[in-house]
């Protein structure tokens, strides 16, 4: 007798329901880890790979993952330390010789490490690429005349000028890392992608909209990453990351200072707010009347209560900033005048400033829950001594081009963020008058501001260069265009066995360095 | 009267059309658009030079009509542009994201079909019953609440709470399975709103055709109210929730943009998502271009399909 399956409706939508049950049926935890994977969720794409094309903290924690440099950042602090280098010695302010280890591979079977490749690395920044595209990190390296190759390991960078800050900022930063040149030129657009480096990892896999897996790279041995594997996973939305937190799929993610708080004491997840390095400020156009009138600004300054904005903008999670250089910063003006709300003091400067009350400002500000809270509480505070505020809240995309051109000219107050660099005068530079129009909101036009900046970018005594940037930010008190806030705060999120690692600022991670534990 | 060839031809010129109106509206919205996007894309530290270089390349500083003649000529010659970011062709970057969206407005339509209509059956023939009063309320909330509300609701429920599936809708592992998995909560959320909506014009459609005459004979003769219901008066009270589930297929994938995102899915939101947030221009405007003609072609070929299959449509035989 044939044997027949019975192929009827009802056999086919009895079989559909058991695949549905299959797929409904409880999975656990989607995130149980085979061998040690660390999964981190990037809010952000990737954009480049290539160094000097890199456009944001995405694509520089990578790279500090997979290329190595002269020396590197120690973990949580920006001291440094020889990476690929063995010997690196200042020989006269405008020349660094270099000795590089022997035997460092590239992946990919690039090759050996040379001092050719560092200079192919440290010059392209001044060079466009293929494409024309220039580098928007050019600056970093705006001092070098050229790197001299002695031999296959050593040679010497000269420069056109002292840079006190090379050392931390360019050297141990993402603008010193070593690309292989025969890589980079081999591989053309695709090494934004397929980068090919030397150090602890390399990348395995770039899915866009998606992931990027990087391995452990074998030919690396001056210490070997905890993780065999760090899977990025792409996970736009905040909420959806501090759910997949919970839930164990991902095991580290920034997260919003407010949902930190619901995060602490959740079993199996430590939360971390640090302070960032950040620079957050209420400024003034200087150039629009009536904040064009000194007695204004201070008047504003003597209204508002730092304290109270920041409370409600961080809910006391982040610390008060007097002076534009955060504190553990070279340069920190440790002696800032703290200012006080006083409303009498206000009104008296404003009476004698001639102006007529009330007197309407529009606060621009970024669409962000913490920039929101401060302005309303901006303009409680300054509706007590007549100053109506009209807040202007503006999505990311708008709001940072708010500075610019003609836009820039009818701004009145702002509320604004800048990350900070280890480098006190290149966080200056932003305040100097040929920024006016591009990122100086303030049109703070100070020709002996930008004496000081320029003389500070180039000296190497340390005790005079902090004087220097103290007498900055004291030019900048002096204006009133700026009543500094916060440093911001970071709020990381991990799961317990995990003890991650990243710079000063939060906001650089160092994955080769995150521990199992 | 209009014969169907000629219907068919109408109906393909009003389709070109609009993909051209489509196409005039992306550019003059772009341009409309605030916000710098050399200062978003490059950041501070990029010199003008190289700013205004940037706009070039996206073709920015040109006149709308210029650009507009660009975007039609790379459309006709199936380029979408390339993303001046990373280098990558649009079109491979539109081809990787699509068939995630799909697959997902699909799996939520079916499933949307799948439980809706026989709720709009059930409720039309147990009409003033409590359940149809149950169905009709929780049809309402299903519909008034948007997607991504009902999304993080599912992901607080089940994954969290209950712990029985995944908050991601990505599969870091190439599993079927796995995948399948992820793909759950998506679906049902972006399918609730459906389910309400295809309930309520099922019930409503079914309601009118059981007092059609051919109905009570049926019933006359005897034959089974299951048969009578599914067989005989689902068959022409279904006519306009067809029209209207293909008709909506567009808000579907405007709804299936932002579940993409709180599920964390790979797909044309992400994208659409991404480029908007960075005015990442040629990205978009190549995205959206895809998203409208996919629009376009649906709702053309459920007006082509309603005119065959609805019966009372009629036309010419010249």
Same mark, same amino acid.
Request: hydrophobic fraction near 35%; charge should be negative.
């Given at each position: 007798m044939p044997h027949t399956t019975p192929c009827s409706r009802r056999a086919i939508l009895a079989g559909l329901a058991g695949l549905g049950a299959a797929t409904v049926l409880p999975v656990g935890?989607?995130? %149980?880890? %085979?061998?040690?994977t660390l999964t981190v969720r990037i809010a952000?794409?990737?954009? @480049? =790979? +290539?160094p000097p094309f890199m456009t944001g903290t995405t694509d520089s924690n990578i790279i500090r993952a997979v290329f190595q440099r002269l020396l590197a950042q120690k973990p949580g602090t920006y001291d440094y330390e020889l990476d690929a280098a063995e010997a690196v010695d200042q020989v006269t302010p405008l020349q660094i010789d270099f000795k590089l280890r022997p035997g460092l591979m590239f992946t990919d079977g690039y090759g050996e490490v040379t001092a050719a490749d560092v200079k192919f690395s440290f010059e392209r920044f001044a060079r466009p690429n293929a494409e024309g595209k220039m580098s928007s990190y050019a600056a970093d390296w705006a001092a070098l005349v050229e790197v001299q190759v002695k031999d296959t390991h050593s040679g010497s960078i000269i420069l056109s000028k002292p840079s006190p800050s090379l050392f931390e900022v360019v050297l141990a930063g993402t603008s010193g890392v070593i690309q292989s040149q025969k890589a980079v030129e081999a591989l053309g657009v695709e090494h934004a992608f397929r980068p090919v480096g030397s150090g602890p990892y390399r990348v395995a896999a770039v899915e866009p909209h998606r992931s990027v897996t990087l391995v452990r790279n074998p030919g690396f041995t001056a210490y070997t990453p905890d993780f065999e594997t760090c899977q990025l996973l792409y996970i736009a939305n905040p909420k959806t990351a501090e759910l997949a937190l919970r839930s164990g799929e991902i095991d580290f993610t920034e997260l919003a200072v407010d949902a930190a708080a619901g995060l602490d004491g959740v079993d199996g997840i430590t939360v971390t707010k640090r302070p960032g390095q950040r620079f957050i400020w209420l400024g003034m156009n200087m150039q629009k009347a009536p904040l064009d009138n000194l007695a204004v600004r201070q008047a504003i300054r003597a209204a508002l209560d730092v304290d109270q904005m920041i409370l409600a903008g961080y809910q006391g999670n982040a610390p008060r900033l007097n002076t534009m250089i955060p504190p553990h910063l070279l340069g920190h003006w440790a002696d800032a005048p703290v200012y006080q709300r006083d409303t009498a003091r206000a009104r008296e400067l404003l009476a004698g400033a001639g102006v007529s009350l009330p007197l309407t400002l529009k606060l621009t500000i970024l669409n962000e829950p913490a920039f929101q809270n401060m302005a309303l509480v901006a303009q409680a505070l300054l509706q007590e001594v007549g100053v109506t505020v009209e807040i202007d809240q503006r999505e990311a995309g708008t709001f940072w081009s708010s500075g610019k051109g003609e836009s820039g000219q009818a701004l009145e107050l702002f509320i604004l963020r800048f990350n900070a660099n280890p480098d006190p005068s290149y966080n200056a530079r932003w305040f100097l008058p040929q920024q006016i129009g591009d990122w100086n909101w303030q049109r703070f036009d100070s020709p002996e501001f930008a004496r000081i900046q320029a003389e500070s970018g180039m000296n190497s005594d340390r005790a005079s260069r902090v004087e220097q940037i103290i007498e900055l930010q004291k030019l900048m008190d002096a204006s009133a265009s700026m009543v500094w806030l916060t440093n911001d705060v970071f709020a990381l999120g991990y799961r317990a066995g995990i003890a991650p690692a990243f710079l000063? +600022? $939060? *906001? *650089? !991670?160092?994955f080769s360095h995150f521990k199992a534990v | 009267m209009q014969s169907y060839p000629a219907y068919v031809i109408n109906r393909i010129l009003t389709a070109v059309l609009s993909v051209f109106g489509a196409m005039l509206v992306i550019v003059i919205l772009i341009s409309l658009v605030p916000g710098d996007p050399a200062t978003v894309l490059l $950041? /501070? &530290? %990029?010199t003008p030079e190289y700013a205004q270089h940037f706009i070039a390349e996206m073709g920015l500083d040109q006149p709308v009509h210029v650009r507009l003649w660009r975007l039609a000529a790379g459309f006709a010659q199936g380029r979408l542009g390339? +993303? #001046?970011?990373?280098?990558? @062709?649009v079109n491979t970057i539109v081809a990787a994201a699509l068939p995630h969206t799909f697959a997902l407005a699909f799996a939520a339509m079916a499933l949307a079909c799948l439980v809706g209509i026989p709720a709009g059956v059930w409720s039309a023939v147990r009409k003033g019953s409590a359940g149809d009063t149950a169905i009709a309320m929780v049809s309402v909330v299903f519909v008034s609440v948007p997607s991504f509300i009902l999304g993080i609701v599912l992901l607080v429920v089940f @994954?969290? !709470? =209950? +712990? !029985? =599936? /995944? #908050?991601?809708? &990505?599969? /870091?592992?190439?599993?079927l399975r796995d995948a399948a998995i992820r793909m759950i909560l998506p679906t049902v959320a972006l399918a609730l709103g459906w389910i309400g909506l295809i309930a309520r014009l099922v019930r409503t459609s079914m309601l009118e055709t059981l007092g059609q005459n051919y109905i009570r004979t049926a019933r006359a003769y005897g034959l089974r109210e299951g048969l009578v219901h599914y067989r005989y008066a689902l068959k022409n009270a279904v006519i306009p929730t067809l029209a209207i589930i293909g008709m909506g297929f567009g808000r579907l994938l405007g709804g299936a943009v932002l579940i993409e995102i709180i599920f964390a899915r790979q797909g044309l939101g992400s994208i659409l998502y991404d480029a908007l947030q960075a005015r990442n221009f040629s990205v978009l405007q190549g995205t959206v271009f895809v998203v409208v003609v996919i629009f376009i072609a649906v709702n053309l070929l459920t007006e082509l399909s309603y005119a065959l299959f609805d019966p009372r449509i009629k036309f010419s035989r010249r």
């Open positions: 935890r989607a995130g %149980a880890q %085979a061998g040690r952000r794409e990737v954009q @480049s =790979l +290539d000063p +600022d $939060g *906001n *650089n !991670w160092q | $950041g /501070p &530290l %990029a390339t +993303d #001046v970011i990373s280098g990558q @062709s @994954s969290i !709470w =209950l +712990d !029985w =599936l /995944p #908050v991601l809708g &990505l599969s /870091p592992s190439a599993s």
